[in-house]
């Protein structure tokens, strides 16, 4: 009776096994948001979800303008031979041309896929990869190296990437953990952070020549650098993380001329986005409250209006992501909540009154502009 137990015992788990399928990327989803502008200049924005790490759910949404629909999960719609959808914690996304570049952290490699249909061109495997930017046809691609949260990891690099080839054709060595970048001239500006091993932070910008694409110089800032910004006049804005605990989050500007910080804002900022002449800052106060502040990049002050101005504010939990549509100057903001569940996209005009917010998927967070 035992051995006869046994037998269907393992049937079971046979059977059990052989219907069991790896979970479905989720489908496809859309809902109409605004009326359509079917002669806009830019034709939408995408919009790549984070996702939580080691949980494989970063996606890609996308506001069409021309049609006023939000579309969910567009990755797996038209990638549906890609099992595992579009890969582990998505931290920054591009369009340089025909393309769409999604760098996935987690998941070690680039996404390089059409940027009107967003079907799969190649992936480009890089360990660690972080933060995206271009210049005259190359992408850069800022990469940690070693495995996530190892503080024992070599020093970060810098991948250039040819737009045609899609190859990585040359690398430089920078600081530990390196995050967003900004090309000012013929230079690459890297923000270097160190975040692996505190309280041993890095406090300097990476300059790289890009003609020789050698490190040149290190620009001395503020521990646990972060958002790097070049306005029109080739003046960097560089957050400062701080340490969490005692060193409080900071934002500096540099002068390229001299490679020196030319001022101190002494906000406690956590996002950053320019656009012409105006560098949106989120930051918090004493009492971790949030601030929706605008600076005039002309003169580097600090306005007194605020880009939200109808009392939305009181509803958004966590400001993450931040963006402005370059044609209508509408502002888009993201609330990732908690992490864990769906957050929420906003849109405010230029006045600061929201037009339109919608669900998105899994820590919403970086944008990038169709054409």
Not at 30 to 55: A, I, R
Not at 338 to 344: E, H, K, L, M
């Amino acid at each position: 009776m035992r051995s006869t137990y046994k037998t269907y015992f393992l049937l079971i788990l046979i059977l059990l096994s052989a219907c069991r399928k790896d979970p479905k990327p989720a489908p496809e989803e859309t809902e109409t948001l605004f009326e359509p502008v079917p002669s806009s200049s830019v034709k939408g924005v995408y919009l790549l979800n984070e996702g939580n790490l080691n949980m494989n759910k970063a996606s890609l949404d996308y506001v069409d303008y021309t049609t006023g629909r939000y579309r969910r999960n567009i990755y797996n719609q038209a990638n549906p031979e890609v099992i595992k959808g579009l890969g582990d914690v998505g931290n920054d996304i591009l369009v340089y041309g025909s393309k769409l570049y999604v760098a996935v952290n987690n998941s070690n490699k680039v996404e390089v896929l059409n940027a009107k249909t967003g079907k799969r061109i190649k992936q480009i495997d890089l360990v660690n990869c972080r933060y995206l930017t271009f210049h005259n046809n190359k992408v850069y691609v800022s990469a940690y190296l070693g495995s996530v949260g190892d503080a024992n990891s070599p020093n970060g690099i810098v991948a250039q990437i040819d737009t045609t080839t899609l190859l990585i054709e040359r690398r430089v060595t920078v600081g530990r953990q390196p995050e967003e970048m900004a090309v000012a001239g013929n230079k690459l500006y890297v923000a270097n952070s160190g975040g692996y091993s505190p309280p041993n932070y890095e406090r300097t910008i990476s300059v790289v020549d890009i003609d020789t694409f050698t490190e040149v110089k290190r620009i001395d800032v503020d521990i646990n650098l972060e958002h790097l910004k070049a306005d029109r006049f080739g003046d960097l804005y560089i957050t400062s993380r701080g340490d969490y605990l005692t060193i409080q989050p900071n934002l500096y500007v540099i002068d390229t001329q001299t490679e020196r910080i030319k001022k101190t804002f002494n906000l406690q900022t956590r996002v950053l986005f320019i656009d012409n002449d105006r560098a949106y800052v989120i930051s918090t106060n004493a009492q971790s409250k949030f601030a929706y502040n605008i600076i005039n990049t002309l003169d580097e002050t600090l306005l007194s209006q605020q880009f939200i101005t109808d009392g939305t504010q009181s509803q958004i939990r966590l400001p993450y992501g931040l963006s402005v549509n370059p044609v209508t100057k509408d502002v888009l903001l993201t609330d990732a909540k908690d992490f864990i569940s769906p957050g929420t996209l906003y849109c405010f005009d230029s006045a600061g009154k929201k037009k339109w917010s919608v669900t998105t998927g899994d820590v919403p967070a970086h944008f990038a502009f169709n054409y």
